[in-house]
């Protein structure tokens, strides 16, 4: 876990404050972590277990626990070079 709140807190710390967080299961996989930025940045880690991810959250000053709400999807900012991988061009 100390891995996990270092990178969430180098996120955090280049993508201002605060952060968001949404935690997702993933099956047996364990959970994703996806981190958006005060700037529209996004970036995950994944983590365990849905507990784990959630302690990671608290654990970072700054980060906000989220859903993928409305307010947390128009805050991401994907670019096109993204998107194109997204559509698998």
């Known amino acids: 876990m100390a891995r996990a709140v270092k990178t969430a807190s180098g996120f955090v710390a280049a ?9 997702e299961p993933v099956g047996r996989a364990g ?7 005060d700037d ?14 959630e302690a990671v959250v608290e654990a970072v000053p700054d980060l906000e626990r989220h859903e993928w709400d409305r307010e947390t ?3 991401v900012r994907i670019g096109a070079a993204h998107r194109h991988k997204m559509a698998g061009r």
């Open 15 to 23: 993508h201002g404050k605060p952060s968001r967080a949404v935690v």
């Open 73 to 75: 999807t128009a805050a």
């Open 31 to 37: 959970a994703r972590l996806v981190l958006v930025g």
């Open 40 to 53: 529209g940045a996004m970036g995950d880690v994944f983590l365990p277990d849905v507990a784990t991810a």
